[in-house]
């Protein structure tokens, strides 16, 4: 049995560009990639846009999430920690490797311009994961 690998994507309300990221692991990496999410400052709740996109996608489990703030997520070594839209450096999360993702804020965009973000994260996710695998 090998390893699995642990992901942290952190930004900033944990409402729709980590949660996206985090509900793509799990749609097409579940049995090899634990992932997680976080914000700095979480929002109540996850984004309605989040839900909608990623069932678009056939990812089905969005509603079941819940937002988390960085001292909610399991305390161990990640392999991956990558902040998104965000550029902090988060000292109390144990990492092997860190990553910046510069992505505008989706929760002005009309249908269209989220479709195309949701869709330039999900080429990021899956390169990292097909990167993952080798």
């Known amino acids: ?39 700095i400052q979480p929002a ?24 988390k703030s960085i001292h909610d997520v399991p305390d161990f070594n990640y392999d991956y920690v990558i902040t998104i839209g965000v550029q902090a450096y988060i000292s109390n999360i144990s990492a092997d490797r860190r990553l ?11 249908e269209v311009q989220l479709m195309r973000l949701r869709d330039k994260l999900l080429n990021k996710v899956l390169n990292l994961v097909i990167s993952v695998a080798v």
Do not use: P
Not at 12 to 31: F, G, I, T, W
Not at 48 to 54: G, K, N, S, V, Y
């Open 1 to 39: 049995m090998t390893r699995k690998t642990y992901i942290l994507f952190v930004c900033n309300d944990n409402a729709l560009l980590s949660q996206m990221a985090e509900a793509m692991v799990r749609l097409y990496r579940n049995d090899e990639i634990m992932a997680f999410s976080a914000g």
């Open 44 to 67: 109540r709740k996850v984004s309605l846009q989040a839900i909608t996109q990623m069932e678009r996608i056939g990812y089905e489990g969005m509603k079941l999430h819940t937002t």
């Open 100 to 110: 910046e993702w510069r992505f505008s804020d989706g929760e002005e965009m009309d």
